[in-house]
């Protein structure tokens, strides 16, 4: 079996790394980039756990494979906080208890900046079947979108002020 | 230990080319939102996988001179739902291929790896054949162009020979007064796997009488069907009741699903006309407003 050497960019820096020609690319970053964030629930695009940003567009980490990688843009998690300080969804999280366990956490936050970049006012209901995608067994989802929305008007507030 | 390998190829020519020479071990990868599935469950074992989102065309939309469609086989459900002209022109396609799986599928799935994957129950399949798009199939002995419901064969298989895929879709010009719609059937209301699908595409007259009418049924045979009798049933009428029941009638008569754990035979029959009858209307109302 021939490994595959994979050039690509995570999180702004650039990346390498050698994969075997099957191998997803959540496995890649966990095992060989020890990103532990996104999380392995189902394995099969179901639950969002391994939710990654790849080239700007939400994916299922679980459900690309780590060649596909060479040349594209990944946003994880560990990119979210910069320079130590929360992302305002993380925070919103934090406020509004919109997380138990955490098992889930990561790709839900990961999936609601996806959401809030490319839409900054979304309705309840937008918000809600953006992420449809992520399963929390914890929460019951009204804290996390609350949490989602509160973010959304916190962020575009500050981007009115400035 | 099977030897794997994953390659791709930045020409058609170089794509039929590993695939031929790999033969029956070789699977071609799009989106991958269901081959990862399978080969992660261990029913595909790929020696090899063949990336096509290299090859050039693979991902886009294109307006043909004609003011139809091209579609790059691997292009996401995500960038087809972008594409403003063709959500206008092909509304129910494009509302089709968005109820797969969720956002983060989206991203990814494809409408040749949906019609590939040969489900029966496969959202935009109903939605492509109601509107008679084309697949343009490549391989070792060329290139032809194939009816999307002559693609797949039975679940899981399809009529490809080796070597062969899809490599776009054409969507045909439109006619003036036409629309489509699609509507599945879940149990919920997202995140599921139809239980019954119904396409329709209708053209209207100036005065609103149906002209055309092609209806296409998901989850109710081991292939998706395009129902002609459930087309003429609205040709010539503006789908008052007549109409609809007849419609109704042969998108029933028309099923030969099995009973499973999301539907019985009897429901999954009733359900058709239900969903054929309220896409026919979506679809005409569609239509009208574009008088």
Avoid at chain 2, 73 to 99: C, D, F, I, Q, Y
Wanted: glycine share 10%.
């Amino acid at each position: 079996m021939s490994k595959k050497h994979v050039t690509t960019t995570v999180n702004g820096d650039p990346a390498e790394f050698l994969t075997d020609p099957a191998t997803s690319l959540l496995n890649a970053l966990r095992d060989e980039l020890g990103l532990t964030g996104a999380k392995e629930g189902c394995g099969t695009g179901d639950c969002g756990a391994c939710s990654v940003i790849v080239d700007g567009r939400l994916v299922c980490s679980c459900l690309m494979l780590a060649a596909e990688a060479e040349g594209k843009r990944i946003e994880t998690i560990e990119g979210m906080a910069q320079s130590g300080v929360l992302h305002p969804l993380q925070q919103k999280f934090l406020e509004h208890a919109a997380l138990q366990c955490g098992f889930c956490t990561p790709g839900i936050l990961v999936a609601a900046k996806a959401l809030l970049d490319a839409n900054p006012d979304p309705t309840e209901t937008e918000t809600r079947y953006w992420l449809a995608g992520n399963l929390c067994r914890c929460t019951g989802y009204d804290k996390i979108i609350h949490a989602v929305m509160d973010a959304a008007a916190d962020m575009r507030q500050v981007r009115r002020a400035s | 230990m099977a030897q794997r390998d994953y390659i791709a190829p930045t020409s058609v020519e170089a794509a039929i080319g590993a695939l031929t020479s790999a033969g029956a071990g070789a699977r071609v990868l799009s989106g991958g939102t269901d081959l990862l599935v399978q080969m992660r469950s261990g029913r595909a074992k790929p020696g090899l996988i063949v990336d096509l989102k290299a090859v050039p065309g693979a991902i886009g939309v294109r307006q043909a001179a004609d003011g139809g469609f091209v579609i790059g086989a691997a292009t996401s459900g995500a960038v087809l739902g972008e594409h403003a002209a063709l959500v206008k022109a092909w509304p129910g396609v494009v509302e089709a291929v968005n109820l797969i799986g969720s956002t983060q599928v989206q991203g990814r799935a494809s409408l040749a790896g949906n019609l590939c994957n040969a489900s029966p129950a496969a959202d935009s399949v109903p939605a492509m054949v109601a509107a008679r798009a084309i697949a343009v199939v490549v391989g070792p002995s060329g290139q032809r162009e194939v009816p999307v419901e002559q693609i797949p064969v039975g679940p899981g298989k399809t009529s490809l020979g080796p070597g062969e895929f899809v490599t776009e879709f054409k969507l045909p010009a439109r006619p003036a007064r036409s629309a489509d719609a699609y509507l599945r059937f879940i149990p919920r209301t997202e995140m599921d796997i139809a239980v019954v699908g119904a396409g329709v595409n209708l053209t209207l007259d100036a005065s609103g009488v149906v002209t055309s009418a092609h209806v296409s049924l998901g989850a109710v045979a081991p292939t998706v069907l395009l129902v002609a009798e459930a087309g003429q049933a609205l040709v010539g009428s503006k789908l008052d009741e007549a109409a609809l029941a007849k419609l109704d009638a042969a998108a029933r008569a028309a099923c030969r699903p099995i009973s499973d754990k999301r539907g019985t035979v009897e429901y999954r029959t009733q359900i058709a006309g239900v969903l054929a009858r309220r896409a026919a209307l979506i679809a005409y109302s569609r239509a009208g407003e574009r008088a």
